[in-house]
Structures are given as structure tokens and as C-alpha cells.
């Protein structure tokens, strides 16, 4: 099972702020998914990279994947309260039913 | 109906009751999932089931006993839990189980929030 760090734990921003999330390991894997799970509900996936240096853009969202497909962080551009919750990034190792995810990073946007 | 839908969003139960959670998925998935989420924990995988057969059980108590009796439905029943499996549950689907780099991206419900007391 990878482990993975995600940081930081909280982050409490004004709304039109700019933000970036990380999530580490210190293992290679081969695609990573972003969820983002609002209060009283499931996570939802936002994306997946596959490739490394791979970057995908979602509206005010900028996800990005490591080089060496060890890391990938999550840029959010004028957050919005709507933007608040908590972000999970999640990876899969080969031949494993595991979909292993990270604690979180529980964002709050305060209008 | 759409998506992946879960009852009841709430139970409180003592440790001697038993209790059932369900799951309904909408989506024409092959796989269903459950997994625990607990305070200043990451997700757990509990269960795994690919066209109603297990093929993933990680190392969960017995007081959980999963069923799934058909690729759209998925139970999880509960007896004699212990006030540590307090958490919320979730149950998830996908077109096809999660494996590598056959990443079928998973659709949550909205979970159960259980308390032991």
C-alpha cells in the first residue's frame, strides 16, 4: 500500500484567493485521481492524470502530475465558497484492487 | 433515480442491535465497493465486489458482513459493533473494479453516518 501525504491538512482562505494543495509519495504511481467531497456527501472525482508532467485544467481548477509521478498538486484560482470542502487525492497500484487516498485537504472559503 | 444512492443517511445503534446498510446503484456499474471514513483517517477499502462476486475483503471484523445479491444493490449488515466503528459509510460503483492501471473512476453515495453507543 502507498502512502500518501496530503498538505496541508486545513487551509481556511478569502473568497478570490489563490490556493494550491499537495499530495506526495514517496512511490512511483502510475495515474492519480482528485476527488473533492462537500459536507454530507460522497467524494466526486474531478480528474485523472496518467502521464507524468501531465497538466489538466478544470475552469478555475489546475491539476498537475509530477515529472517522476511521485507528487501532483491542485491549484485553484479566485476560490469560491463553493470550492469549499475536502480534497482527496487517490492511487491505484498495479494489479491491486486497492484504491489507496490521502487524509484530505479540508479547504474553507469564507465569503 | 440517479447515481449511487445509500440508506439510511443516519442510524444510531447500540452495541447488541443489528442493523443493515444499503447501497442502490443507477449507473449500469459492474462493481460496488464499501469503504469506512473515519476522523483524521484516510478512506478504508472494506469490500470489493465485481458482478456480484467478492473479490476483495481487507482484513475487516466479522460483525461486518457484506451482501450483494445483485450488481445494482449492496447491504453491509451490522451486529455487535463497538462504539469504534462509529464512522461514516461509504458505498461506491464503477464500470468495472478498480485494478491498476484500469482506473474506472469510483462513484460515491452520500454515505451513513453511524454511531455505536
Known amino acids: 500500500t502507498q502512502l500518501l501525504e496530503q498538505s496541508p491538512q486545513f487551509l481556511s482562505i478569502q473568497e478570490g484567493e489563490n490556493l494550491t494543495v499537495y499530495c506526495n509519495s514517496s512511490s512511483v504511481f502510475s495515474s492519480l485521481q482528485w476527488y473533492r467531497q462537500e459536507p454530507g456527501e460522497g467524494p466526486v472525482l474531478l480528474v485523472t492524470?496518467?502521464?507524468?508532467?501531465e497538466v489538466k485544467k478544470l475552469k478555475r481548477l489546475t491539476f498537475q502530475f509530477g515529472d517522476a509521478r511521485k507528487d501532483s498538486s491542485l491549484h485553484i484560482t479566485a476560490a469560491q465558497p463553493g470550492d469549499t470542502g475536502l480534497y482527496l487525492c487517490a492511487v491505484s497500484g498495479a494489479g491491486s484492487y486497492q484504491l489507496t487516498f490521502g487524509k484530505g485537504t479540508k479547504l474553507s472559503v469564507i465569503p | 433515480e440517479t447515481g449511487v444512492t445509500q440508506t439510511p443517511r443516519h442510524l444510531v445503534m447500540g452495541m447488541t442491535n443489528k442493523k443493515s446498510l444499503k447501497c442502490e446503484q443507477h449507473l449500469g456499474h459492474n462493481a460496488m465497493y464499501w469503504y469506512k471514513q473515519s476522523a483524521k483517517k484516510p478512506l478504508e477499502l472494506m469490500f470489493v465486489y465485481s458482478l456480484e462476486e467478492r473479490v476483495e475483503n481487507n482484513s475487516v471484523p466479522s460483525r461486518f458482513s457484506p451482501e450483494c445479491p445483485n450488481s445494482s444493490h449492496l447491504f453491509l449488515h451490522l451486529h455487535t459493533l463497538q462504539p469504534e466503528d462509529s464512522a461514516l459509510y461509504l458505498c461506491?460503483?464503477?464500470?468495472?473494479?478498480?485494478?491498476?492501471?484500469?482506473?474506472?473512476?469510483?462513484?460515491f453515495g452520500n454515505g451513513t453516518r453511524l454511531t455505536v453507543t
Open positions: 461506491a460503483s464503477s464500470q468495472e473494479v478498480v485494478r491498476g492501471l484500469d482506473n474506472s473512476p469510483l462513484h
Open positions: 492524470v496518467v502521464t507524468g508532467g
